[in-house]
């Protein structure tokens, strides 16, 4: 099993910064594909980023390319995601989540990771 804590979650006015971090323990791998996703009231879970093993290849949503930054320190077995200019469309539970066995690069989809973490609110004020 790998658990998945995330912090960093917050309260921040539209243009502002925050900074998520993913802890893993347990059975963790330094294989695994890490990715997070968010969800805002009355919508579905929705992808954001996701990276790989090595942390050199990373893919992220239109919605968030070019203001959203993730990467991973795998001595710390810590993931993070690294979210500037925020807008309040950006106001969700964010969590992180494990793919254990990749199959699809990159991993987009929410069925096909195995542990999640239990979410973090991220708070968006216009």
């Known amino acids: 099993q790998v658990q998945l804590v995330e912090s960093g979650g917050g309260l921040v006015q539209a243009g502002g910064s925050l900074r998520l971090s993913c802890a893993a323990s347990?059975?963790?791998?330094?294989?695994?594909?890490m990715g997070w996703f968010r969800q805002a009231p009355g919508k579905e879970r929705e992808f954001v980023a996701t990276?790989?093993?090595?942390?050199?290849?990373?893919y992220y949503a239109d919605s968030v390319k070019g203001r959203f930054t993730i990467s991973r320190d795998n001595a710390k077995n810590t993931v993070y995601l690294q979210m500037n200019s925020l807008k309040p469309e950006d106001t969700a539970i964010y969590y992180c989540a494990a793919d254990s066995v990749p199959i699809t690069i990159p991993t987009t989809g929410a069925y096909e990771y195995d542990y999640w973490g239990q979410g973090t609110q991220v708070t968006v004020s216009s």
């Open positions: 990276i790989d093993w090595s942390g050199d290849s990373t």
């Open positions: 347990g059975r963790t791998s330094r294989s695994y594909v």
